[in-house]
Every structure is written in C-alpha cells, then in structure tokens.
C-alpha cells in the first residue's frame, strides 16, 4: 500500500534550500516514487552554466550547473562538447530536496540497477536511486533532480538519465542501438 510522504522531512538532510509542497508517493520498501505535482514542483538549481553536449544525431543543453559541476563535465565529456546551437533537449539540473528515491538495498543484499518510470499525457518520468527526471517530449525540455551535487550518486543520475535520453531518441529516429556487453572483438 502506498501512503503519502511530504518531501519536507527530508529536505534538510539533502541540503536543500526550497521547500517543496509537493509530494512523494512512499511504496512498501520505502522507494520514493516522484508524482505529476513532485515533477512540477520549483526547485532550485545548482548554478547558472550550461553546457552543450552531442551524442550522435542528439544535440542536448545541459543547464543549472555551478561552475565546479560544469568545468568537470567538460573535461569527462569533452569528446561530445558542441557549440552551442538550438539543442533537440534542454535538461535543467536542479536540487531534489530529498536523500534517495529508491532505496539502496540492504548490506548484503544483491540487486541489480532498478530504473523505473512512467509515461502519460505530460510526458516521461525517469527515476532510479539518485535521481528523478521528467521529459516533455513536445517541448523537448527535462528537468533533472540530483540527490547530491557532486560525486559518484551526481554522476550516476546524470549519466543514467542521459544514457535513457539518448536510446529514446536515436530508437526514434530509426536508429538502432548495440550495449558493448553484446559485441564480441577477436574472439573475447
């Protein structure tokens, strides 16, 4: 059974700096499943810069950076910089105002990657441990909130909701996707 959480409780421990009125949906296992109102909710970002990445025929914005999270974005993904241009997608980066969305499991306990999400009118919710994204396919904007601003949990949501992007779209425009685990090289 689902019961409602504020968001509020755990706003402090996450850092946050707005309080949310929205809430989370709270599952049996204590997973954080965003709703339609949590998404829409204002939320802050982390800074003012952007960066503008491509991955294949995907022209994404990245913005709501601080200057420390875009001079280390540049350098891991420096290969895929872009000039800046009309970007396919603009995804902000803001502040999730809570720890955790899905809960890591217990010590001991072996899990593999859940990612879970949702489609309806609005658009495409994404969420996993670290993070919790929407896209307005129609607009071509997402809004991505992070549970650190820094570190493997920052890095992790990012990349994630850009790896789950990126197949959307390249599968959209007829293209056709291979995961490395799947090619064989010499042999190995």
Do not use: C, K
């Not at 689902?2 to 949310?20: F, M, P, Y």
């Not at 949590?38 to 800074?47: H, I, K, Q, S, T």
């Not at 420096?78 to 603009?90: K, M, N, Y």
């Not at 879970?116 to 969420?127: A, F, M, P």
């Amino acid at each position: 059974m689902q019961t409602r959480t504020d968001i509020q409780s755990g706003a402090a421990a996450a850092g946050a700096v707005t309080a949310l009125p929205a809430v989370l949906l709270t599952g049996p296992h204590g997973d954080r499943r965003p709703t339609a109102a949590w998404f829409d909710a204002a939320r802050d970002p982390f800074g003012d810069r952007s960066l503008d990445l491509g991955f294949g025929p995907v022209h994404f914005r990245i913005e709501g950076l601080a200057p420390d999270q875009a001079a280390i974005l540049e350098g891991r993904f420096q290969p895929f910089l872009r000039d800046a241009g009309t970007p396919r997608i603009s995804v902000r980066l803001e502040r999730a105002g809570t720890g955790f969305f899905l809960r890591d499991p217990a010590p001991g306990e072996i899990e593999h990657y859940r990612l879970e999400q949702q489609r309806d009118e609005t658009g495409l919710g994404i969420w996993s441990y670290e993070f919790a994204g929407r896209l307005d396919p129609l607009t071509g904007h997402a809004r991505l909130a992070l549970v650190e601003g820094g570190g493997a949990r920052f890095d992790r949501g990012l990349e994630n909701f850009l790896r789950v992007l990126t197949a959307s779209y390249v599968l959209d425009d007829g293209g056709f996707l291979v995961h490395g685990a799947g090619v064989v090289r010499g042999g190995a």
